[in-house]
């Protein structure tokens, strides 16, 4: 997998690098670039069109569309649902409580996600700077199945023996579980969330006509589904949030 995202990133930036400039009203252009901290390595390219909302191209707004690839090791995944982290849903659970009570986890030595996302973005052009902001609405993700150690002191799961005999059994007794990404993302603020998102700030410097230099900070969240669901509280889906630097060429597409 990370062979061929390193191929994808070559390869895009080699068709935007070869167009030739003109100017317009709408820019658009493709980041390649990486999150990253200890423990985490989020590679991904990201397609944007801007439009220009002024006649010197100072403010812009427009839409993104990002495939990305999260790799993590040694990471603790909690419940996700709103109605168990905050026992509220909708915009009542922004400013809800956390509820520890109702908080499992699942530890996994290694996670592997790869996600397309649509997005937002807006940004202020200030010279050859560029300052913005943007965000990941809705997409899709997929990835491999990994064992993790599902720690939950009440819960309980339909288990099936050798015999083919269902039982309902515990979580304490059998801790080692599969679980997959949670393959669909969507923005739904807070806890409400779901799937594999991310935002960022961001400053972009231009240092050639055909190619700037982009740094930022981005906040990040994956979530795994399990296969077996907790029979106590009906959940399944587990959330690892994270935040980190990020670093990045942009090519501009020029028409």
């Not at 400013?95 to 202020?124: C, E, H, K, W, Y």
């Not at 059994?169 to 993302?185: G, T």
């Not at 994956?222 to 669901?229: G, P, V, Y």
């Amino acid at each position: 997998m990370r062979k061929t995202v390193t191929l994808l990133f070559t390869l895009i930036s080699a068709a935007a690098f070869s167009q030739s400039p003109t100017s317009s009203r709408l820019s658009s252009g493709v980041d390649v670039g990486a999150a990253f901290k200890k423990d985490y390595l989020v590679p991904s390219i990201t397609y944007y069109e801007m439009l220009n909302l002024d006649a010197n191209q100072i403010f812009s707004i427009g839409w993104t569309v990002k495939a990305g690839a999260f790799y993590g090791s040694n990471l603790e995944y909690l419940t996700a649902p709103a109605k168990l982290t905050r026992e509220k849903t909708g915009f009542q659970a922004l400013g809800a409580s956390l509820v520890p009570a109702n908080i499992d986890t699942m530890q996994f030595d290694r996670v592997s996600v790869t996600s397309v996302n649509f997005g937002l973005r807006a940004q202020v052009k200030l010279g050859p700077v560029e300052i913005g902001a943007g965000a990941d609405l809705l997409g899709i993700a997929f990835g491999k199945n990994r064992e993790g150690n599902y720690k939950s002191s009440t819960g309980t799961f339909r288990y099936t023996d050798k015999n083919n005999v269902v039982d309902t059994v515990s979580f304490v007794k059998f801790p080692l579980q599969y679980a997959q990404p949670q393959r669909i993302n969507a923005r739904l603020l807070g806890d409400n969330n779901r799937g594999a998102l991310s935002s960022e700030v961001y400053v972009r410097l231009r240092v050639m006509r055909r190619m700037s230099i982009k740094a930022g900070y981005q906040w990040i969240t994956t979530e795994m589904r399990a296969s077996n669901e907790n029979l106590e509280n009906d959940n399944r889906r587990f959330r690892n949030r994270a935040s980190m630097t990020y670093v990045a060429l942009t090519f501009p597409f020029f028409k």
